[in-house]
């Protein structure tokens, strides 16, 4: 993987990443400050956290082994604002749950701070209104069923809680993708396509790997599209990537899929019913690896996770960190093959990303021209332009 591009840092004041810390963090902590009634040590250590992140420098809790494993102690005395960007929002991550107890032990351990937000999703009338769609959907055929599922998991990821902290774009219809490698994915995720490494094929069966991202309104999406995928003979198993705990707000842990799986049920749709089955039986399986919230990029990846996407014959990556650990966090020229920044990826895999945040890959000179001819560098971060990106 060619590794000539800037690391993308937090430093310069006009940037995106330093808006980031400087605006989205204080939202996000006074929103979970508001949110659940946490008692003076949590909220003092929240605000220490706030303090620390914008006046003062990264302290490495000692006896928090996880900045030993991913590298991060590196990171401790330096000012926050002078790491790299994926570095500085894991570390804030990382410190922002030990703040309200999450690690415990204690009465707060283990409660979600972000739960609050990602249930309430749940129950929202464009939810609602998501669901409802799946009745016609059914009546429609197979391939226009799969092809509105792969685009309902991909705009999905619109959804993204951290995201509207800041954002002022509001629901914007979807906009033409900006790379779209559908054409060649379609025949991937239906088993048509001549497979050139035969990858799994055998007594097995074809198996599916999903990285997730947020909960609530894009992971019912995922969900519907694993349904079908299983239920119509594409995959014989699916496996599902989830965060082992809360991370940047509405990134999807086991216990918010067990919420979208059992909201599928209540709403009494046969997708919620074969999830729950699917679940039961072994055909969709959960993991959590502890490197889903390291600050590093896949390329990183620990060998044991490396072997779980290999033996997958096709990986589907959700969401724009996903897209930023996979392809590196780079300021990559947009035009630098997104084939060639995912050589290293152990399998074939495919990126579902809306935009927003500065990297990208695999544009054409056409329309990274076009696109900053008309939107100058606001394309790259408003969650309005959406890709869809396959290495086989
Ligand atoms: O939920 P997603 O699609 O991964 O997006 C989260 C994105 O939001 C941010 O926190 C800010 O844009 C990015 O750092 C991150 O990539």
């Not at 963090?25 to 620390?52: F, I, N």
């Not at 003062?56 to 590196?74: K, L, M, S």
């Not at 990134?251 to 997708?271: E, I, Y």
């Not at 959590?288 to 033996?311: E, I, N, T, V, W």
Request: with cysteine; charged share 20%.
């Amino acid at each position: 993987m060619p590794d000539t591009a800037p690391v993308i840092d937090c430093a310069d004041p006009a940037s995106f990443p330093h808006s980031v810390l400087a605006e989205r963090h204080p939202a996000l902590v006074r929103k979970v400050q508001d949110a659940t009634p946490y008692g003076p040590e949590q909220r003092r250590a929240l605000d220490a956290l706030l303090h620390e992140t914008l006046h003062g420098t990264v302290e490495a809790p000692a006896d928090d082994a996880w900045w030993d494993t991913w590298n991060a102690r590196r990171y401790a005395g330096r000012s926050w604002f002078s790491l790299p960007f994926l570095a500085a929002e894991s570390c804030f991550y990382r410190q922002l749950l030990r703040a309200v107890g999450y690690f415990g032990p204690g009465p707060w351990q283990g409660v979600d701070p972000f739960r609050p937000f990602k249930l309430a999703e749940l129950d929202t009338p464009e939810a609602a209104a998501e669901l409802a769609a799946l009745g016609p959907l059914s009546e429609q055929p197979l391939p226009d069923q799969l092809s509105a599922l792969l685009h309902g998991s991909l705009w999905g990821n619109r959804a993204d809680l951290g995201f509207r902290l800041q954002s002022t774009e509001g629901t914007a219809v979807d906009s033409p993708l900006v790379v779209d490698d559908s054409d060649a994915l379609l025949p991937l995720l239906t088993g048509t396509a001549p497979d050139p490494h035969a990858r799994g094929t055998g007594p097995a069966g074809r198996t599916l790997c999903l990285v997730a991202d947020n909960a609530g309104r894009e992971l019912i999406p995922d969900l519907l599209l694993v349904d079908h995928l299983l239920t119509h003979g594409h995959f014989d198993r699916a496996l599902l990537h989830l965060k082992p705990y809360p991370y940047f707000v509405s990134d999807a842990t086991t216990a918010d899929t067990l919420d979208a799986v059992r909201h599928l049920v209540a709403a009494k749709t046969d997708a919620g019913h074969r999830l729950h089955s699917a679940l039961s039986e072994g055909r969709l399986t959960l993991r959590a690896h502890p490197f889903s919230c390291a600050p590093l990029p896949y390329a990183d990846m620990p060998a044991d996770l490396r072997a779980d996407f290999a033996s997958a014959d096709l990986t589907l990556m959700k969401g724009d960190l996903n897209y930023r650990r996979l392809v590196g966090d780079r300021l990559w020229h947009p035009t630098t093959p997104f084939t060639e920044v995912t050589s290293y990826f152990p399998g074939p895999v495919a990126a579902l990303r809306t935009l927003k945040s500065d990297v990208v890959t695999g544009l054409t000179p056409e329309t990274e021209t076009t696109l900053t001819t008309t939107e100058g560098r606001r394309w790259r971060t408003s969650g309005t332009r959406a890709v869809i990106q396959l290495r086989t």
